[in-house]
């Protein structure tokens, strides 16, 4: 299931959103070469989301949203639940996450470049 695509400016990378459940969404990247459609694997951004705040995994939301282009720079949003049952930011938003990601991409070889705080975030009570 697709939840947002965009073209790259140069039309060679199409940047997807796709739902893997109805607690989680994920960014893919398909590079256009030479006739040729491949998916890049892209860094694990939530690790490294994780390991700023001491843990090894999240709960089980998870979620991007907002793709965006600037050259050969793909930024979006990344959000989700430090627990397993919070269900949204508005239950304990203490226990939620929100981030700025921008990846690049040369090539065929995708880098985290930044990896920013969109809001406060609690540690566990």
Do not use: C, M
């Not at 700025?100 to 540690?123: C, F, H, P, Q």
């Amino acid at each position: 299931r697709f939840i947002e695509l965009i073209w790259s400016p140069d039309s060679t990378l199409l940047a997807v959103i796709s739902g893997g459940t109805k607690t989680t969404s994920e960014v893919r990247i398909i590079r256009f070469h030479n006739d040729t459609a491949e998916e890049l694997k892209l860094p694990d951004y939530h690790q490294n989301i994780y390991g700023r705040h001491k843990r090894l995994k999240g709960g089980r939301d998870s979620f991007a949203k907002h793709l965006r282009w600037e050259n050969n720079v793909l930024s979006f949003d990344s959000e989700g639940s430090w627990t397993e049952w919070v269900s949204n930011p508005s239950d304990l938003p203490e226990d939620w996450y929100a981030y700025s990601i921008k990846l690049t991409i040369v090539d065929a070889r995708v880098s985290l470049a930044e990896v920013n705080l969109k809001n406060r975030v609690n540690k566990r009570r």
